[in-house]
């Protein structure tokens, strides 16, 4: 049975192996390791092995686990990748290193009130809902370019770059590439796309950043 800082490894060696294939300068990926519903005592084989950044989906539960963490390990790199609450922005900014989840003015205000209470401006993605579900967060992608410059004209936000999930039924890389599209006419080069099952896909169409996490720690198990 393979260890999860097994499974992290081969994941590394997937991504500049894709990396390569799509002349990709090499390292320009970065692994967010989602550690969504796993233990403190799960993430530490994995810190061990040398990852320093993550993905968490809820406010909470990373308030949980992680400040004991990075007592512990050196560099942590956390990313928020769950829909945000206006109402736990103050903990979000104080928890996360980077925010991929904004996807409506009410959110990137109170992002930017907390940020400038704190004293941290941290980079942002807009989350761009690409496939128009109505049960999934995110900005439509007929709003996207609206929306990218109201963020950073209007309210000062740091937007670096897009995030997407697209809806299982697809076929992933027809959202890739329209992610990629809008972000290119917005001047962005930050694309937070891809999980466990198609990272290498996302990376083809220009990913940045892949959000992997069954990959790493194996499946999840549900309350």
Not at 56 to 72: D, G, I, T, Y
Request: hydrophobic fraction near 40%; aromatic fraction near 6%.
């Amino acid at each position: 049975m393979t260890s999860a800082a097994d499974r992290l490894f081969s994941v590394q060696s997937d991504i500049r192996a894709a990396e390569a294939e799509f002349g990709r300068t090499e390292a320009s990926v970065t692994l967010i390791a989602v550690s969504k519903t796993f233990f403190a005592d799960d993430i530490r084989p994995v810190l061990s092995a040398g990852q320093r950044v993550f993905g968490e989906n809820r406010v909470q539960e990373a308030m949980s686990k992680w400040p004991e963490l990075r007592r512990e390990f050196d560099g942590i790199e956390l990313h928020l990748i769950g829909p945000l609450q206006s109402n736990k922005a103050k903990e979000a900014v104080a928890t996360f290193d980077v925010i991929h989840t904004v996807d409506r003015a009410k959110i990137a205000k109170a992002l930017k009130v907390e940020m400038e209470k704190q004293g941290r401006d941290l980079p942002c993605f807009i989350q761009v809902n690409t496939g128009e579900e109505p049960q999934k967060a995110g900005i439509s992608p007929g709003d996207a370019d609206a929306f990218v410059k109201e963020c950073q004209e209007s309210i000062g936000l740091n937007i670096v770059g897009l995030m997407c999930i697209p809806p299982v039924e697809d076929a992933p890389g027809e959202h890739f590439a329209l992610l990629e599209k809008i972000a290119g006419r917005n001047d962005l080069d930050r694309l937070s796309m891809g999980m466990s099952s198609d990272y290498q896909v996302a990376i083809g169409f220009g990913a940045t950043h892949v959000r992997v996490g069954s990959a790493i720690f194996g499946a999840r198990d549900y309350p």
